[in-house]
């Protein structure tokens, strides 16, 4: 199965976009702000655009299974998980069902929506995800 995070929200805080599965829009997205090619702060940096393999797996820090986003360039454990802001992410991916100014809102509700589509997903299959950057601002690409 293929997901698409399209990210089309850039500020200097945050990066918000919306979850595609199967060209239906599931739920929208919150992510630490983008940076340049290889340029990453520490906890406040988005992963950069690509294709991901994604499983479901024990996480420690949150104890309990979450979807996790695999070989990540510089990056280890980004999972998808409940938040409202970008202060509730170091790289992770926050679903909500409404959007606010860099952050989200009824996340848990949008969190049961990707996990009731992709546990049965990585059941049967291979799950990829593709995250892309629509049209994102120069400026926010060299810091």
Known sequence: ???FV????FTTVSTGGIF??????LCFTLEDRIRGPGI?????????PG????VIDFSQRFQ???PHVLDVPQYSGIRWHPGNRATDTEGCLLPGLERVQDGVLRSREAFVRIMNVLEPACRREK???TYRNI????ELLAA
Do not use: G, S
Request: hydrophobic share 45%; charged share 30%.
């Open 51 to 54: 294709r991901y393999r994604v």
């Open 64 to 66: 309990r299974m979450l």
């Open 135 to 138: 049209n994102p601002p120069k």
């Open 40 to 48: 990453k702060v520490p906890k406040t940096t988005a992963i950069a």
């Open 6 to 9: 399209d990210r089309h929200i």
């Open 127 to 129: 799950v990829f995800v």
């Open 1 to 3: 199965m293929e997901v």
């Open 20 to 25: 595609i599965v199967e060209d239906m829009t």
